[in-house]
């Protein structure tokens, strides 16, 4: 299987120019390529992402010769990975149309297996050299590529490497649980345990609005101003405590993932689009500031690890609906009310815990079906 490690680095002064250099030359060679390949679309033609960088090698020493000061998988693999998947994403209507890169907008560039190597809490890079790294890679196997990012001034190498499939590793056997996504909470389980939405401190978030009013009162605030040597500096500030902000809420949702993924051999998911999910703006908060989707897809992948089994229900099944005890499907009570009394049998439900007790069973009969031979 393969596993993502994103450890920080410490670059000095004259690395982190050479980051902003390959992120400059990664974004140039993505744009043209993918300027050259709208031409050609719009024209009704298809040209092959390996053409056009053959196009761009071929004359990237006369014309641009400042992209040889960096190494050369580095505007390969914008042109003939990034920019591809971005592409074959497009035609296959998955996305919209790709993009074009902005400077200082998720800055970052690719590196192939042969442009770094990692050692102790260093990684080597072609035409740099050692890099101090915050840690030594966690995981023991065969180096695929890198991503090297930066965010509010803080570079990470993500690496990804190729380790042999994991034993199973749950406290308990047999078990089952069924999770819904709600709009009060994150998630709801079928046990009747509540996983509210991850937020930042209050402390944290009091300080936030505070700089957010001082940007406004900074000259460069108001369109077509020059914007000022403060309002940079309280904008860098901005971007630090959002990054803050994020990893928290991230730390957050690793450790619920992780647990529940250890804890459990079968989960009942439903199959939810967050977006259309969000009524109101008071439950859209809770709900995007832990995001539904990033919290389904950590389960997802984390499964994998531990041999849990995820079994995903249709969205549109009445899962919340349905009496959990006698199976009757109630359609008398409104979408916004959390409580109902079955009609049929006079269990008291609560929305969340119904349909997560529903997404329990319905895995646990989908994983027998499963297993039967």
């Known amino acids: 299987m393969i596993r993502v490690h994103k450890i920080r680095l410490y670059p000095n002064n004259k690395q982190a120019t050479y980051f902003a250099k390959a992120c400059g030359v ?13 031409r050609s679309y719009e024209a009704g033609e298809t ?11 071929a004359i990237k020493r006369e014309q641009y010769p400042w992209m040889r000061e960096v190494a050369k998988c580095i505007p390969q693999l914008a042109v003939k990975s990034e920019l591809n998947y971005a592409i074959g994403d497009f035609l296959a209507k998955r996305k919209q149309f790709p993009k074009f890169r902005k400077k200082s907008v998720h800055d970052g560039f690719s590196l192939s297996d042969s442009c770094f190597i990692t050692k102790d809490k260093k990684v080597w890079i072609s035409l740099l050299g050692w890099v101090n790294m915050a840690e030594e890679l966690r995981f023991d196997g065969e180096n695929i590529d890198a991503k090297i990012s930066v965010a509010a001034g803080i570079w990470y ?17 047999n078990q089952a649980v069924g999770i819904s996504f709600g709009s009060t909470s994150l998630a709801t389980l079928s046990d009747g345990t509540v996983i509210d939405e991850v937020s930042a401190s209050a402390q944290l978030e009091r300080k936030l609005s505070r700089l957010n009013r001082e ?9 077509g101003e020059i914007k000022s040597v403060n309002y940079m500096k309280t904008r860098r500030k901005i971007s630090r405590l959002n990054t803050r902000i994020a990893n928290i809420r991230a730390d957050e949702t690793h450790r619920q993932t992780t647990k529940l993924t250890r804890e459990y051999s079968v989960i009942g998911i439903e199959n939810m689009d967050a977006k259309n999910d969000i009524v109101d703006n008071g439950a859209a908060r809770g709900v995007k500031d832990t995001s539904i989707d990033e919290f389904g897809r950590q389960l997802e992948y984390k499964a994998v690890a531990t041999g849990t089994r995820i079994i995903v229900a249709n969205r549109w099944s009445p899962s919340s609906r349905t009496c959990h005890d ?3 499907e109630d359609n008398g009570h409104k ?8 009609a049929k ?14 997404l329990r069973d319905y895995a646990i009969v989908v994983d027998s079906e499963q297993e039967t031979p």
Request: proline fraction near 4%; charge should be positive; aromatic fraction near 8%.
């Open 335 to 342: 979408q916004n009310e959390r409580e109902w009394i079955c």
């Open 215 to 223: 940007l406004s009162r900074r000259q460069g605030a108001k369109k």
């Open 345 to 358: 049998c006079g269990v008291h439900n609560e929305k969340d815990t119904n349909a997560a007790i529903k």
């Open 26 to 38: 990664a974004r140039f060679a993505y744009n043209r390529a993918l300027s050259e390949w709208k």
């Open 157 to 173: 190498i993500a690496i990804r490497v190729t380790i042999p499939d994991p034993e199973p590793m749950h406290t308990g056997e």
């Open 47 to 57: 040209v092959r992402t390996s053409i056009l960088w053959r196009q761009l090698n």
């Open 326 to 328: 006698c199976g009757y």
